[in-house]
């Protein structure tokens, strides 16, 4: 029969509008202007992102790829997981990779992720491929307390967060975000991060700015996502992508320079946004770690770090950890 899988949705049905229209209200006013990188991802915003992660100037994909091929192995032989929960649904490569090397038959598979459509497309294919994987999908976002499903009390538990996601959230939000991880870990559970390393700072930049414009167009997508969700009338072409890498901060800025002085009704919020000429508004920040910094971030968490597996020649490492 059709395989089916279970699937528990903690968010309501306004989250999505509420989140992006108190985000944009918030971030459109304030100086310099920011808004959070969760406003990307529509269809066309994830396809663009599938793109980015062929591109021969974004190594992070392929690098961490390369190393879950090295190490998926060691990762089950270390952490002997009989569940799987996997912040942002991979039904990537790499998740496959972890399923296999744990062994999917009786492994429950839980993919956390904002989007429904994407948890669906995931839970479909996976239990597709592994008829006797039980997955359990859950929509939620990292800002809500994570309340995981049912799991088998007695196996140990690997909370994957994978793709250097991680480096969206600012230093200041790191640790209190390592520690809500660590606050549903028990001491045989362990914690997955993959982190894209400091590396040359033409190169980083290159991965945000590539030449084919994939980049660009991931960026100003956030325009179009603007307009159709809340009314507004963004001109695509009086803004211009940039890269930046913000050295203080140690990460890269992706921004939208505004080409003109002008004015931009955004309906839904019954506001206009002003930009000068000239000014940048910062749309994603990307973290990039050291093994050392991270070690101590999750330290600072009450993590203790207890595998790195890096590959220094990409700038990529995959940590495992334990609350
Ligand atoms: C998916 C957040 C890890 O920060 O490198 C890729 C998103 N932004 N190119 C990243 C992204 C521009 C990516 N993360």
Redesign the pocket.
């Known amino acids: 029969g059709i395989r089916t899988y279970d699937y528990t949705d903690t968010l309501d049905a306004e989250h999505y509008a509420t989140a992006l229209r108190a985000d944009i209200r918030d971030g459109l006013t304030r100086t310099p202007k920011s808004t959070a ?1 969760t406003w990307f991802y529509d269809a066309r915003g994830s396809e663009l ?1 599938e793109e ?1 992660t062929q591109l021969e100037e ?1 190594p ?1 994909w392929r690098a961490e790829l390369g190393l879950f091929l090295l190490h998926a192995r060691d990762i089950a032989e270390r952490t002997k997981a009989r569940s799987l929960v996997e912040l942002g649904s991979g039904s990537s490569t790499k998740t496959k990779l972890i399923l296999e090397a744990l062994g999917p038959a009786g492994l429950h598979y839980v993919p956390v992720d904002v989007s429904e459509d994407a948890l669906h497309q995931a839970g479909a294919q996976l239990v597709q491929e592994y008829p006797q994987l039980v997955l359990h999908a859950l929509r939620a976002d990292f800002t809500t307390p994570l309340v995981l499903p049912e799991l088998p009390d007695g196996d140990p538990r690997l909370i994957a967060f994978i ?3 991680l ?2 959230f600012r230093r200041s939000a790191r640790v209190p975000f390592l520690r809500e991880l660590r606050s549903i870990m028990r001491p045989e559970d362990f914690l997955l991060i993959g982190a894209d390393l400091v590396k040359d700072t033409q190169e980083m930049i290159a991965a ?1 700015d590539d030449s084919e414009g994939v ?1 660009a167009a ?1 960026n100003k997508n956030l325009l179009y996502v603007l307009n159709r969700e809340l009314d507004a009338d963004f001109k695509p072409d009086a803004f211009e992508h940039r890269a930046v890498w913000n050295g203080a901060e140690q990460h890269i800025e ?1 921004r939208l320079r505004s080409l003109a002085d002008q004015h931009v009704a955004i309906e839904r919020l019954g506001l206009t946004a002003h930009f000068d000429q000239g000014e940048e508004w910062i749309t ?1 920040r ?1 973290a990039k770690f050291t093994t050392d910094g991270l070690k101590a971030e999750l330290a600072a968490a009450g993590l203790d770090t207890d595998q790195v597996w890096a590959d220094p020649d990409a700038g990529f490492a995959v940590i495992l950890a334990t609350a």
Do not use: D
Request: cysteine-free.
């Open positions: 990188p992102f980015i974004y992070l793709g250097s996601t480096g969206n945000y980049t991931f992706m994603e990307s």
